[in-house]
């Protein structure tokens, strides 16, 4: 499999999604990726398309990851260090989401400098809420408050496309370009969760590590996932991960003449530790609707051992 990496530039405010509508992230999840690019590809004509790529694993999807000017983070893996830092560098080690994807070796054997990365992803972007305004024939104007995240200048998020055959890539390049002009995340209609697509050319050692995972004995997820039932024992055994409940209401205006939920899905995030990588899986979350609707969770993996 090659893999390729595309920037999201964000040229407007984002809203993505954390349980209420006044908290805004800046994580944007695989399922989340997919969901979208479903959509534009209901309206382009090619869902059934997208739908084979993605089940035939011609097509995998990282989550969405920070990057600041040239510097392209990925998960701070879920690994329990030996550390004789102080307590303080140690709190700011648990806070820290993100490492530098050219840093992996440094984290694992305790060099990396903990301070200064923090600081670095302290100039991603800032949080905001403004408030909007519901207005409804005959009734008052009801004011109500969005959470907003607002990347700074030469700061964004960029995913890692694994792709088998130049048609899979491009199919997924032109629905990331058609969702560019619609946007991402909530509140669209607000005009938030635009972004500009750039090609761009990942560091050396992040491809090596992701084309090592293959033959590696301890691995890192780089998209939320999840195997097959059957399979859960085989894989969480020496594992060390975290679990996020994914839910939400179908935005298909097909599906059913009401807003109906999600079934819930309960993934491995990105960051999490296995002994090998696993084929993960694309379920269908519908609930009595007119059609299918399919939630992805195929991880990408990359190789996390402590040797350069």
Same mark, same amino acid.
């Given at each position: 499999?090659?893999y390729i990496?595309y920037?999201?530039?964000?040229s407007?405010?984002v809203h993505?999604?954390?349980?209420n ?5 800046n994580?944007l999840?695989?399922d989340? +990726?997919f969901?979208? &690019? ?7 004509g090619?869902i059934?398309k997208l739908?084979?790529c ?6 995998k999807l990282?989550d969405?990851?920070?990057f600041?000017d ?10 329990s260090?030996?550390?004789?830092k102080?307590?303080?560098d ?11 994807g050219?840093l992996?070796y ?6 990396m400098? +903990?301070?200064?990365?923090s600081?670095?992803l %302290?100039k991603?972007?800032?949080s905001d809420?403004?408030?909007q305004?519901?207005i409804n024939a005959?009734?008052?104007t =009801?004011p109500?408050?969005?959470?907003t995240?607002?990347f700074?200048e030469? %700061?964004?998020l960029y995913l890692?496309?694994?792709y088998?055959d130049e048609?899979?890539l491009?199919?997924? =390049?032109?629905?990331?370009?058609s &969702? @560019?002009?619609t ?6 209609s607000s005009?938030l969760?635009?972004f500009e697509?750039h090609n761009?050319t990942l560091?050396d050692c992040?491809?090596? =590590?992701?084309s090592d995972?293959?033959y590696s004995?301890r ?5 939320i ?6 399979e859960?024992?085989?894989i969480?055994r020496n594992?060390?991960? &975290?679990?996020?409940?994914?839910s939400?209401?179908i935005s298909? @205006?097909?599906y059913?003449?009401k807003?109906?939920k999600k079934?819930?899905s309960? &993934?491995? =995030? @990105?960051?999490?530790i296995?002994?090998? *990588?696993?084929t993960?899986?694309i379920r269908?979350? @519908?609930?009595?609707?007119?059609h *299918? ?5 195929? *991880? +990408?993996?990359m190789e996390?051992?402590d040797n350069?």
């Amino acid at each position: 499999m090659e893999y390729i990496g595309y920037k999201l530039v964000f040229s407007t405010a984002v809203h993505f999604g954390e349980g209420n509508l006044e908290d805004s992230g800046n994580k944007l999840y695989a399922d989340t +990726i997919f969901s979208a &690019l479903c959509h534009e590809a209901v309206s382009l004509g090619c869902i059934d398309k997208l739908i084979s790529c993605v089940q035939n694993s011609n097509v995998k999807l990282s989550d969405a990851f920070p990057f600041i000017d040239d510097t392209y983070y990925v998960p701070k893996p879920m690994v329990s260090l030996d550390s004789d830092k102080s307590a303080d560098d140690k709190k700011k080690t648990k806070k820290l989401e993100y490492i530098s994807g050219d840093l992996i070796y440094e984290y694992l054997n305790g060099s990396m400098d +903990i301070v200064a990365e923090s600081e670095k992803l %302290a100039k991603l972007g800032i949080s905001d809420i403004r408030t909007q305004a519901s207005i409804n024939a005959n009734e008052d104007t =009801r004011p109500y408050s969005v959470g907003t995240y607002t990347f700074s200048e030469n %700061a964004g998020l960029y995913l890692i496309i694994g792709y088998n055959d130049e048609e899979g890539l491009h199919l997924i =390049r032109d629905l990331l370009i058609s &969702l @560019s002009f619609t946007g991402i995340g909530g509140k669209r209609s607000s005009g938030l969760g635009k972004f500009e697509l750039h090609n761009v050319t990942l560091p050396d050692c992040l491809i090596k =590590r992701i084309s090592d995972a293959e033959y590696s004995n301890r691995v890192m997820s780089l998209s939320i996932g999840m195997c097959e039932d059957e399979e859960l024992e085989d894989i969480c055994r020496n594992a060390r991960y &975290l679990l996020s409940k994914r839910s939400g209401f179908i935005s298909s @205006s097909t599906y059913a003449n009401k807003l109906v939920k999600k079934q819930d899905s309960y &993934l491995f =995030r @990105s960051g999490s530790i296995f002994s090998k *990588p696993f084929t993960g899986i694309i379920r269908d979350v @519908s609930i009595k609707g007119t059609h *299918p609707v399919y939630c992805y969770a195929n *991880p +990408i993996f990359m190789e996390v051992s402590d040797n350069e």
